[in-house]
């Protein structure tokens, strides 16, 4: 799995730089850019943490989710409680949480690499995800389904915008090249 990095932020021009309303512009775009993928990184760390609230709930014998959870963590929760019921025993829910734990840990795993700029990660969390959509469409859970939908649009739009920080970065390098190459002293 590669990892890129995350272009860094614009360095702040000296105060006697007057800088165009086009350079001005670029900046806030960038800056606006930083901030969409960090957010749809971001996203993969709250599926994973209100899953782990909504298992807590679920097998303390709660009632309510968040809608962004994960329904495989909804699904190892149910069969746990309806194992507890029938007599296995309490320590079934130990192992329904511990299996939950493993599928929060993946996504904050995949949070973490998007956010240092893997499209790979992007990419593979988001099939995971639509996967686990897979859960509710099955069971008719609509709202929530609905909820993922819009959590995997939020995703996407990070995604786009790494797209386009790299591609700037890599603009950026190409033009800053030719001038380095350009402006160097031939050996005598």
């Known amino acids: 799995m590669s990892v890129h990095t995350t272009p860094a932020a614009p360095v702040a021009p000296s105060p006697d730089t007057q800088l165009s309303q086009t350079e001005i512009d670029a900046i806030h ?4 850019k930083q ?4 957010g ?5 760390y709250w599926i994973a943490g209100l899953s782990l609230i909504t298992s807590v709930v679920s097998l303390s014998g709660g009632t309510w989710s968040f809608l962004a959870g994960l329904g495989v963590t909804q ?3 149910g069969f746990a409680i309806g194992l507890t019921k029938s007599g296995i025993g309490d320590w079934i829910k130990v192992l329904g949480f511990f ?8 996504f904050v795993v995949i949070g973490y690499f998007a956010k240092k700029g893997s499209r790979a990660t992007y990419i593979t969390g988001m099939v995971l995800y639509g996967i686990d959509s897979a859960i509710l469409l099955l069971f008719q859970e609509w ?7 819009f959590a995997l649009f939020q995703i996407w739009n990070g995604l786009a915008a790494l797209g386009w920080l790299n591609a700037s970065s890599a603009a950026a390098a190409a033009i800053q090249s030719p001038v380095e190459e350009s402006t160097a002293v031939e050996p005598t």
């Open 143 to 149: 709202i929530g389904l609905a909820f993922h939908a």
């Open 29 to 32: 775009n960038k800056i606006q």
């Open 99 to 106: 299996l939950d734990v493993l599928a929060a840990a993946v």
């Open 35 to 38: 901030k969409t993928h960090a």
């Open 75 to 77: 699904l190892f929760d």
């Open 40 to 44: 749809g990184a971001g996203w993969f």
